[in-house]
């Protein structure tokens, strides 16, 4: 009877210790289907305050500037990594990086392509 009883407090410490992966997810999800369907305001507000702020030239709104970047297609998931509060989420054709704020996960970095023995390329970052 106690074998049973180690194996299920195991298998119940173990998935409490596993990170959320689905979260970041469905919040860089969300975000490339508000861009494709040209809802940009929308796209701003799931953008980390920082990113936000940084992305417009002087006299423009975030939405202008997001609808003036050259975004690839989103797409499915392929792979998520979560380190703590931030997080990684690649898709078909872009990688986001995202950090979780009181309010929930939101985009630091997007439009990312890796360069070669360097940093992320990005069209939005912080």
């Known amino acids: 009877m106690r074998l049973p009883l180690i194996v299920l407090a195991s298998a119940l410490a173990v998935t409490g210790c596993a990170p959320d992966t689905g979260s970041p997810a469905r919040a860089a ?12 305001q929308a796209a701003c ?11 417009p030239d002087p006299g423009q709104s975030c939405a202008d500037a997001l609808r003036e970047l050259r975004f690839g297609p989103g797409g499915r ?8 509060e ?17 309010d929930g996960w939101r985009i630091r970095a ?10 992320y390329d990005c069209e939005v970052e912080d």
């Open 29 to 40: 999800e969300r975000f490339h289907a508000a861009l494709s369907a040209g809802q940009t």
């Open 45 to 55: 507000a799931m953008l980390a305050p920082e990113s936000a702020e940084k992305l």
């Open 77 to 84: 998931v392929t792979e998520v990594s979560v380190w703590g």
């Open 86 to 102: 931030d997080a990684q989420v690649r898709l078909a054709g872009d990688t986001l990086f995202l950090h979780r704020f009181g």
């Open 110 to 119: 997007a439009g990312c392509t890796p360069v070669r023995d360097l940093p």
